[in-house]
């Protein structure tokens, strides 16, 4: 099946009703991308294997949540991996490394050529969206979903005052959302 015309809603709604057959298409089209993450996010194979793993028991076991209303398959399927991986990092008290060059690369990062045009819209309306914010707004919002990270520690990396830093997500996000609507 041609990624242009994977339905990842449709498949998602017969792994509700215990579609096997689905599931196994959706781990087929996705698991790849899914491990590359993974392994971005926690930087061990294995431990981005284990996560990988838990996180598509964790999509069988709740495809019934899924809601067509509230967004896209895809999107549903990479938060469940990407909390599935936050939560691993806290768990196992990873040092959060300094380095936060990745995050501006990674906000940039247009979807694979092969992702669906929705998706690809999508991406390029979020990348857009998140290029008008000013860095003070966009770099705390980032460190959040990417990293993890509590107000508290963004105010710490990036010296700020906490009080600031819950301002300027809280408008960043607003900002977004108004963007995104367009």
Not at 49 to 77: K, M, P, T, Y
Not at 151 to 175: E, N, S
Request: glycine letters at 8%; aromatic letters at 8%; one cysteine or more.
């Amino acid at each position: 099946m041609a990624d242009q015309m994977f339905d990842y809603e449709g498949q998602l709604e017969s792994c509700a009703r215990g579609d096997e057959g689905a599931f196994q298409r959706l781990y087929r089209q996705e698991s790849a991308k899914m491990l590359g993450l993974a392994l971005t996010l926690l930087g061990q194979r294995e431990e981005a294997e284990d996560c990988l793993h838990d996180a598509f028991v964790q999509i069988w076991r709740n495809a019934d949540n899924f809601q067509r209303s509230l967004g896209s398959g895809r999107a549903w399927i990479y938060s469940i991996l990407r909390y599935r991986a936050l939560n691993r990092l806290r768990t196992r008290g990873r040092h959060l490394d300094q380095d936060d060059s990745f995050i501006d690369r990674l906000a940039d990062e247009g979807p694979d050529a092969t992702d669906q045009l929705h998706q690809q819209r999508e991406g390029r309306h979020l990348r857009r969206c998140l290029g008008n914010l000013e860095r003070a707004r966009r770099h705390p919002i980032l460190l959040a979903f990417y990293r993890g990270m509590t107000h508290d520690q963004i105010a710490a990396r990036l010296v700020t005052p906490l009080g600031t830093i819950k301002g300027r997500i809280r408008a960043g996000l607003r900002a977004l959302q108004e963007c995104l609507k367009v």
